[in-house]
């Protein structure tokens, strides 16, 4: 599968990328494949090293989970910068594997997620996966003309004191001026 993969995004960049001279902003699409890329080798490691069912999405909330636990969505959306819709799903499907449990908090309303037996006993087994996946971004990041990691977090930094919304519409803007 990896391999049939690999032929399809070299097929779908040949395309895409090299060969359009349309003057269109493809900044989406090639963030959302290089998203693919990571990702995707990123899950086939997981199984390879017998780690089954576990996807790169469940990390943030295994992390936040091992800093502290039990906790809200809410809070696990806060320590993972991720939105609460997409944290409450991903908590979900977690729940179906087995990795966590959903307990009720203070009051019947609130509900807290822990680690279920499954998911601590996965927990070795992630760590050496996360740290090997950290070694492979520094490898990544030295083949780069500039860090990869860097870039991305200056990019964040800068869509946050200008968001990427008033850009474009500054430029709509100056289009609509034009006589």
Request: net charge positive.
């Amino acid at each position: 599968m990896p391999q049939r993969r690999e032929i399809l995004y070299n097929h779908l960049y040949k395309h895409l990328y090299k060969f359009n001279t349309m003057k269109y902003s493809q900044l989406g699409t090639r963030l959302r494949h290089l998203i693919e890329l990571l990702d995707g080798d990123v899950a086939d490691s997981y199984r390879t090293c017998g780690i089954k069912n576990y996807k790169p999405r469940y990390t943030p909330v295994m992390r936040a989970l091992i800093h502290k636990s039990p906790v809200t969505i809410n809070e696990i959306a806060a320590s993972a910068a991720i939105s609460q819709p997409a944290v409450s799903q991903t908590v979900r499907d977690m729940v179906q594997q087995g990795l966590l449990e959903i307990l009720t908090g203070e009051d019947a309303r609130q509900r807290k997620v822990r680690l279920s037996r499954k998911g601590q006993r996965l927990l070795p087994k992630l760590e050496v996966h996360w740290q090997a996946t950290v070694e492979a971004e520094r490898s990544l990041n030295r083949q780069l003309s500039a860090p990869l990691t860097a870039l991305v977090e200056e990019a964040i930094a800068a869509l946050q004191e200008h968001p990427y919304l008033d850009r474009i519409q500054q430029c709509i803007a100056k289009e609509n001026k034009k006589p």
